[in-house]
């Protein structure tokens, strides 16, 4: 067994109220064991026997739509992950403490060559960005809501969906979860 995170996108935003205890109970009935959940936002811990692929992504997809009625984007990611993902520097320290939030979006996959540079072309003095690997980082000098990007424009030009967490939100379940 192997211990995993799944992020949750379009769960307790936008009018989509899931409580906890119902999302651990509907991970719990995918055959997961020792799932927990970390905040309200959309972040299961849970693990399984299953390799964390694409066809993962979909089980779990499924079976939420189908229990909750709409669309649930997941991203899972392994713990090891999380680690790597907590521990990566994509801006100087600078940079950081004069940001308002630094934020990282799962992605579905690699980004190809011109997604990246679409992406680098949403630069402004307030917002930079950065990719690597399954993530995209995103450090806002002001507040989200004050900025002209948005999820939906990053989508866009991601040609699918992403779903946003605070970078001390992986910070903290690293913490929690380290070996």
Not at 43 to 61: C, G, M, S, W, Y
Not at 82 to 103: G, L, N, Q, R, W
Not at 117 to 145: I, K, N, P
Request: glycine content about 6%; proline content about 2%.
């Amino acid at each position: 067994m192997a211990r995993y995170v799944a992020f949750l996108r379009a769960i307790n935003v936008g009018g989509h109220v899931v409580k906890m205890e119902m999302l651990r109970e509907l991970f719990s009935g995918l055959k997961f064991s020792n799932v927990e959940t970390f905040i309200a936002s959309g972040n299961v811990i849970f693990e399984t026997k299953a390799t964390p692929d694409h066809r993962l992504e979909q089980q779990i997809e499924k079976h939420l739509e189908s229990e909750l009625g709409y669309e649930v984007g997941t991203f899972v990611r392994s713990i090891e992950e999380i680690h790597a993902i907590s521990a990566y520097k994509p801006f100087t320290s600078e940079a950081v403490k004069a940001a308002h939030v630094v934020s990282v979006g799962f992605l579905k996959g690699i980004l190809s060559a011109s997604v990246v540079e679409q992406v680098m072309s949403f630069r402004t003095d307030v917002d930079d960005f950065h990719v690597h690997g399954r993530e995209a980082y995103w450090l806002c000098r002001v507040g989200q809501t004050e900025t002209k990007v948005n999820a939906k424009k990053f989508e866009r030009a991601l040609g699918g969906p992403t779903t946003w967490r605070n970078v001390n939100t992986i910070v903290r379940l690293a913490a929690k979860y380290s070996h």
